[in-house]
């Protein structure tokens, strides 16, 4: 009898750790997301084990009693790693970090040359992708920055020459209503031309 014990332990554990591959904390941020004045806190785990090394969002909200409740776990928010595998293609976009700010969840991430941004706010009942901006350069002598309000519509783009260049900078600004906004849960970054 305890050797069954024993190698039922072993394969309740074993399954377990099959299931939770998102096995290092990459960073956690705390804040009020939802504007009840409690802190909530984000965490983004990483699958150290996956050859394309995956990243998880989890945002969890506090609770009067002082525990936490998970409202959203979302793995296609951040790109992974090695979108390729490790010996792969290498496309330029790293993650750096989440932020909360006046209840405003931040995902921010690098570029070769630049960075963006993805604004969540919860509304609806969800984390709701509200804003997204950009700042790059195309390594030929332009550089670049977008500015899309999501609940707005706006989206500026701007860009304007560096270097011995002399092209002429150029503003452009349209209405584009995205509707319904995407949801943290079912977002992945740069899967339209706009975000």
Same mark, same amino acid.
């Given at each position: 009898?305890? *050797?069954?014990?024993?190698?039922?332990? +072993?394969?309740?554990?074993?399954?377990?750790?099959?299931?939770?591959?998102?096995?290092?904390? =990459?960073?956690?941020?705390?804040?009020?997301?939802?504007?009840?004045?409690?802190?909530?806190?984000?965490?983004? +785990?990483?699958?150290?084990?996956?050859?394309?090394?995956?990243?998880? +969002?989890?945002?969890?909200?506090?609770?009067?009693?002082?525990?936490?409740?998970?409202?959203?776990?979302?793995?296609?928010? =951040?790109?992974?790693?090695?979108?390729?595998?490790?010996?792969?293609?290498?496309?330029?976009?790293?993650?750096?970090?989440?932020?909360?700010? *006046?209840?405003? +969840?931040?995902?921010?991430?690098?570029?070769?040359?630049?960075?963006?941004?993805?604004?969540?706010?919860?509304?609806?009942?969800?984390?709701?992708?509200? !804003?997204?901006?950009?700042?790059?350069?195309?390594?030929?002598?332009?550089?670049?920055?977008?500015?899309?309000?999501?609940?707005? !519509?706006?989206?500026?783009?701007?860009?304007?020459?560096? !270097?011995?260049?002399?092209?002429?900078?150029?503003?452009?600004?349209?209405?584009?209503? =995205?509707?319904?906004?995407?949801?943290?849960?079912?977002?992945?970054?740069?899967?339209?031309?706009y975000y």
């Amino acid at each position: 009898m305890p *050797k069954f014990i024993v190698l039922f332990a +072993l394969l309740f554990s074993a399954i377990l750790c099959a299931q939770n591959n998102f096995n290092k904390e =990459i960073t956690k941020v705390k804040g009020d997301l939802n504007k009840d004045g409690l802190i909530d806190y984000v965490q983004v +785990l990483q699958d150290t084990e996956s050859e394309t090394a995956p990243y998880k +969002l989890e945002i969890y909200f506090a609770e009067n009693n002082g525990n936490f409740k998970k409202i959203v776990s979302a793995t296609k928010a =951040i790109d992974a790693q090695y979108p390729e595998g490790r010996n792969g293609y290498y496309n330029g976009n790293s993650f750096y970090e989440i932020t909360i700010t *006046k209840g405003i +969840l931040s995902i921010h991430n690098e570029l070769i040359r630049g960075n963006f941004e993805h604004k969540f706010r919860y509304q609806n009942g969800n984390f709701e992708l509200i !804003g997204f901006s950009e700042v790059y350069s195309d390594g030929q002598g332009t550089m670049g920055t977008i500015d899309f309000n999501l609940s707005t !519509g706006i989206r500026i783009k701007t860009t304007e020459p560096y !270097g011995e260049d002399d092209f002429p900078k150029t503003n452009t600004k349209k209405k584009i209503m =995205i509707k319904p906004l995407p949801k943290i849960q079912d977002f992945a970054p740069f899967k339209t031309e706009y975000y």
